[in-house]
Structure formats: structure tokens, C-alpha cells
């Protein structure tokens, strides 16, 4: 069985818990690595026990398995693993793709980290990568925000929080929310380009490459799971505007210190450190 070792402090390695992928759709998207996995050890903690029993059942697979997610016995259960892992290895499963992404399964691996398991991670599908590579969207750089909210304005605050965030932007969105979602990104962040992949790797899977606004025409009647992956900001730099070179004047008279003044400024507008700090030089040979 493969291990891993860790360092963890005072807690000896008892055994290990391993992180394994399972596919997103196509029942084929799993390694010989995870299947072997999946057999060799004692316990299956699944996010949905009969998603995965279908998983097993494909590959005929017949290790016992329980839930670590029923709202109604989460402690119990979760103690239950712990206990069960202080003596024997355990893989964890989520319903679709890398365990601890957006699941539940996050507490349990943190727990098992704390009580001194050895942990081991077993890749494989995984929705967020796989629709980030088939945008056609940059790669080099991104992030990942998981579900959008649900409310309103909550949504919108987080919207507004990476308005200017040049990287690559990737979440999910449920069927019944993504039109709204698509509103409140068009209208904060704007019509820029975007990806959206539906039903991945199943047999409806279907990319749209396009803008927003195309995409809330064509997303009339939703159905399936989505993953977005939304163009970074892509303003051209700004200038020093006399606002800017204003406010900065007053904190160089106040005898701001260049670092702190210009990190404040910044955030005025889309304006690059250096052309402020050029400024600031400026105010100084005017003394």
C-alpha cells in the first residue's frame, strides 16, 4: 500500500487516509492506481454512498463502505472514522472528482491530519481543471471560487471584490441560478469572454465559448451541472489622473511614507506602482 510520510509533531503515523479521485461523468475517468486503492483498503468513506456503489459495482469492487456526510449523525460519523482510521486505512471518495474540493470531505481529511494519519493523495478527474484547459481562457494563472453564492448580495459582493482580478476565474454554478449569475456577472464585472462547460465528460457534456451576454441568451432553459471560467480583467494600465496625483500630494505632504501612500492610491484606479512611484519622485525633486 502506498504511503506517504509527514511530519506531524507529537502524533505518531497511525495509518493512512487516502484522497481519492473518482470520475466526474464517464466511468472510464478513473486510474488503475485508484481502483487498486479502492480494493486494498478496509473502509470506503463516500460522500453518496450510491453514487459510488455504482462506481464499484462497475469494477466490481466489494469493500465495505459508509457515509461521512449525513447532516444527521456528522459528529458521530466523523468520530466513527477517526476511530475506525486509528487502526485501519480508509480511502475517501466524493460524489464527483478530488475529495476535499467543495465536499464535505475537507473536515474529515483535516481531522485525520490532526490525529497523525498519514495522508495520501491519489489524483485524477477533476471538474475545475478539466474545464479551465477546454476554455480556451489563459491557464498560466487562475483562481478557483468554488460555488458562487446564493443570495443576491452576497453574490454580487464577490463580484465586485474581483472586478480588476487579471487571472482566470473558475466556479460552479446549480442550473436554477446560473441566468441570475450570469446577470450579475455581465453587469459587474462586463460583457467579457467566457466558458461554460455543462454536464462534463457525461453524454450531454457541452462547452460554450463566447461572451456573457451571448451566453445568457443562449442559456434560456438550463439543465445540468456548470462550471464557469470567466476572463480576468482586462483594462488597459491607467493613468496617473489628476484625482490620483491629488490624493498623493496630500499624503506626501503628510509625510506618508512612499510604500504605504502608493499601496493606498492604487486602489483609486487601475494605475501600475511605478508610474506612482514616478510621481512621488517628482513631488520630492519639487521640494
Known amino acids: 500500500m502506498d504511503k506517504i510520510t509527514t511530519a506531524n509533531y507529537n502524533y505518531?503515523?497511525?495509518s493512512s487516509l487516502y484522497i481519492v479521485a473518482t470520475p466526474i461523468g464517464n466511468m472510464e475517468d478513473i486510474s488503475l492506481r485508484a481502483l487498486r486503492i479502492l480494493r486494498e483498503v478496509d473502509l470506503i468513506a463516500a460522500e453518496d454512498?450510491?453514487?459510488t456503489r455504482r462506481l464499484l459495482n462497475v469494477y466490481n469492487i466489494r469493500t465495505a463502505m459508509t457515509s461521512y456526510c449525513e447532516d444527521s449523525n456528522k459528529h458521530t460519523g466523523l468520530n466513527y472514522l477517526l476511530s475506525f482510521l486509528g487502526e485501519h486505512d480508509v480511502a475517501l471518495v466524493s460524489e464527483a472528482g478530488m475529495p476535499g474540493i467543495s465536499d464535505p470531505g475537507y473536515e474529515f481529511i483535516v481531522a485525520a491530519i490532526e490525529q497523525g494519519n498519514s495522508i495520501v493523495p491519489v489524483p485524477g478527474a477533476s471538474a475545475p481543471i478539466a474545464a479551465l484547459v477546454a476554455s480556451g481562457l489563459p491557464t498560466d494563472q487562475f483562481i478557483y471560487l468554488g460555488f458562487l453564492p446564493r443570495s443576491y448580495g452576497a453574490r454580487r459582493r464577490l463580484l465586485f471584490s474581483i472586478a480588476r482580478e487579471r487571472r482566470t476565474i473558475v466556479a460552479f454554478e446549480?442550473?436554477?441560478r446560473i441566468?441570475?449569475?450570469?446577470q450579475d456577472i455581465e453587469e459587474v464585472l462586463g460583457d467579457r469572454?467566457?466558458?461554460?462547460?455543462r454536464e462534463l465528460t457525461k453524454v450531454h457534456e457541452e462547452v460554450f465559448r463566447g461572451t456573457v451576454s451571448c451566453a445568457r441568451a443562449y442559456f434560456s432553459l438550463p439543465r445540468g451541472e456548470f462550471t464557469l471560467v470567466i476572463e480576468g480583467c482586462f483594462e488597459s494600465e491607467g493613468q496617473v489622473t489628476e484625482e490620483v496625483e491629488s490624493v498623493l500630494r496630500e499624503l506626501f505632504r503628510r509625510g506618508i511614507s512612499a510604500r504605504d501612500a502608493i499601496a493606498s492610491v492604487c486602489l483609486?484606479?487601475?494605475?501600475?506602482?511605478?508610474?506612482l512611484y514616478q510621481t512621488w519622485l517628482n513631488f520630492k525633486e519639487g521640494e
Open 268 to 275: 483609486l484606479g487601475n494605475v501600475s506602482k511605478k508610474k
Open 179 to 182: 441566468e441570475k449569475a450570469l
Open 12 to 14: 505518531p503515523v497511525v
Open 49 to 51: 454512498t450510491r453514487t
Open 193 to 197: 469572454r467566457i466558458s461554460i462547460c
Open 174 to 176: 446549480s442550473p436554477h
